[in-house]
Nanobody, 117 residues
Framework: QVQLVESGGGLVQAGGSLRLSCAAS????????MGWYRQAPGKERELVAA???????NYADSVKGRFTISRDNAKNTLYLQMNSLKPEDTTVYYC???????????WGQGTQVTVSS
């Protein structure tokens, strides 16, 4: 089993920045891909960004150029640097981990990001 704990969410004004962190513990050797998802009320969960253990990344078009995903494999920690935040980025962000980008077996509890206009 793998446990994921997110932190770093909060309230920020439009145009501001936040940095999310996700600490992984447990059987982390089975993790290759990690990602950030978000889900607004009444909407489907969407991929924000993902990264493999080798550093390959994938971003949603809506966040390209504004968000940067990174990971510290030695610390088993995933990050999401969010710049130029917009009110439409407001929602709960979830950390995910698994063997591949196509299959996430583990999920965090989520962290709320609120961007005020």
């Amino acid at each position: 089993q793998v446990q994921l704990v997110e932190s770093g969410g909060g309230l920020v004004q439009a145009g501001g920045s936040l940095r999310l962190s996700c600490a992984a513990s447990g059987h982390t050797i089975c993790i290759s891909a990690m990602g950030w998802y978000r889900q607004a009320p009444g909407k489907e969960r969407e991929l924000v960004a993902a990264i493999t253990s080798g550093g390959s990344t994938n971003y949603a078009d809506s966040v390209k150029g504004r968000f940067t995903i990174s990971r510290d494999n030695a610390k088993n920690t995933l990050y999401l640097q969010m710049n130029s935040l917009k009110p439409e980025d407001t929602t709960v962000y979830y950390c995910a981990a698994g063997a591949t980008m196509a299959e996430y077996d583990y999920w965090g509890q989520g962290t709320q990001v609120t961007v005020s206009s």
